[in-house]
């Protein structure tokens, strides 16, 4: 009679252990991760003066050049502790201290007068209300990120890694780029007077270019023209191509 009661208690405490391993690998599957409720929730924060900004965390980022700084953030409610905005440095900085799963897409509508920076990493998203004016300004991208404006300047630098894709429209005096991995440039919409481009592996890019262009490409990169610019330079390696649209 001991004996099996002893069994029935062993078989016990091995499904709880089963269970409990089970339990375990699907938290740990899930990256313990903070469920979004489903619940929007827009919430002002306090921002000081801030000239650059640096988002990373999946959001959406909606920018208005004004006459003042504002930040509103768009998120499931349950989240909000989790999304840090800080300035440091003149820098805002938005994002996400633990591992969450949102439902409501975060996004991060910014107010600014001036900026010399925007940088993003991950699957960040930036668009803008209006058309934005610099004297200059560098766009640093990496990841899965997108960036879609329409600008007035006059040097603009960018440098963009991973599967990003940048579309400008506008116009700028002189345009530095250096593009890696799987990114895609459209910016025959963006008539400049000087380009000087660096591409390397599956990069592909599209321009406008009215007085001077350097294009160094190599790996399986694309780049393509349009304009009628006297051509300081062009290297190709690879299976890299350039060629006019």
């Not at 440095?89 to 799963?101: A, K, M, N, W």
């Not at 002189?174 to 459209?186: F, H, P, T």
């Amino acid at each position: 009679m001991k004996t099996k009661n002893f069994s029935s208690l062993s078989m016990v405490a091995v499904l709880m252990f089963v269970f409990l391993q089970l339990t375990l690998s699907c938290s740990y599957a899930d990256g313990f991760s903070i469920r979004g409720s489903g619940n929007k929730q827009v919430e002002n924060r306090t921002v000081g003066s801030f000239s650059a900004i640096d988002v990373s965390g999946g959001f959406e980022v909606i920018l208005t050049q004004g006459s003042s700084e504002s930040l509103q953030i768009e998120a499931d409610d349950n989240l909000m502790n989790s999304i840090i905005t800080e300035v440091k440095g003149g820098e805002l900085r938005i994002y996400i201290r633990d591992h969450v799963s949102a439902k409501t897409k975060m996004k991060a509508y910014i107010n600014f007068i001036h900026l010399d920076e925007i940088e993003i990493s991950g699957a960040v998203k930036v668009f803008a209300t209006n058309k934005l004016n610099f004297k200059n300004l560098e766009l640093d991208a990496s990841g899965a990120s997108e960036i879609d404006l329409e600008l007035e300047l006059e040097v603009l630098e960018i440098d963009m890694s991973g599967a990003t894709k940048i579309t400008l429209n506008g116009t700028a005096d002189k345009v530095y780029v250096d593009c890696s991995g799987a990114s895609k440039m459209y910016l025959s919409g963006f008539k400049t007077a000087v380009q000087k481009f660096e591409l390397s592996g599956a990069s592909y890019a599209e321009v406008w270019v009215t007085e001077e262009l350097i294009v160094e490409a190599s790996g399986a990169s694309e780049f393509k023209y349009k304009g009628e610019p006297k051509i300081l330079r062009t290297d190709t390696s690879g299976a890299s191509s350039i060629r006019k649209m």
